[in-house]
């Protein structure tokens, strides 16, 4: 069964600091992963999607990479801004591709 | 529509109250899904639907849980009976396809209250 650990549960950072949130998943026989952000009382709004052939994506100040031999992925934000805060999750398909599995995501904190 | 729309926003109910949660995907999208997320917890799945079929349901956690799908469009979630470990947000997201690298795009959620 697929499981998604995200490391740290939260961090807090002053504004300019560049950052690494870390994502771990136990099957490494996903076909994508997806990081999203999840802004308090509001849904989810995708980020990123990093497909099994690539290595990285980039958007702005965020760049995805994926390991998927080690089931590893991290998301680097550059040049971090208080608007930065939120909580973050990484997602994989599950195994029939009915579902992402979600971690329980970092909750970052950037104060000005 | 331009996003995924979950209506109400917020419902509170009495316990063993029936409730309706809705949900509008984005048109065209053929993948539905909903989502439970307990304060302070990560995303549970619940149920997934691809046109108007539900072909995973695993994670319904009782049968006092339902849904369905018209038109392969609008999803309504059933809880029936309410208990108060029922309280939570529950989120819709839909998708182009299934299988597929698209993205997940989805609604702000159904605040729901058991009292």
């Known amino acids: 069964k697929q499981e998604v650990t995200q490391i740290p549960a939260a961090l807090s950072v002053p504004e300019g600091e560049n950052l690494v949130l870390n994502c771990s998943f136990t099957?490494?026989?996903?076909?994508?992963l997806q990081w999203f952000r999840q802004d308090p009382g509001k849904g989810l709004t995708s980020l990123l999607l990093i497909q099994s052939s690539q290595r990285e994506q980039t958007s702005g100040r965020l760049n995805a990479s994926l390991d998927k031999s080690s089931g590893r992925s991290t998301l680097y934000i550059a040049a971090s801004q208080p608007g930065d805060s939120a909580t973050y999750l990484c997602?994989?398909?599950?195994?029939?591709?009915?579902?992402?599995?979600f971690g329980k995501g970092t909750t970052l904190s950037v104060s000005s | 529509g331009a996003g995924v729309s979950q209506s109400p926003s917020n419902k509170v109910t009495e316990k063993g109250k029936d409730v309706e949660l809705r949900c509008d995907p984005i048109?065209?999208?053929?993948?539905l899904y909903w989502y439970r997320q307990r304060l302070g917890q990560g995303l549970e799945f619940l149920i997934y639907?691809?046109?108007?079929?539900?072909?995973?349901k695993s994670g319904l956690p009782s049968d006092r849980f339902s849904a369905e799908r018209t038109g392969e469009s609008v999803s309504t979630l059933t809880i029936q009976r309410t208990q108060q470990e029922d309280s939570a947000v529950y989120l819709c997201?839909?998708?182009?396809?299934?299988?597929?690298?698209?993205?997940?795009?989805f609604g702000s959620g159904t605040q729901l209250s058991v009292l």
């Open positions: 639907f691809q046109g108007n079929s539900a072909p995973d």
């Open positions: 997201a839909s998708s182009l396809a299934l299988g597929s690298n698209e993205k997940l795009f």
């Open positions: 048109s065209g999208h053929t993948a």
């Open positions: 099957d490494s026989a996903i076909y994508n």
């Open positions: 997602a994989v398909p599950n195994q029939a591709g009915t579902a992402l599995i």
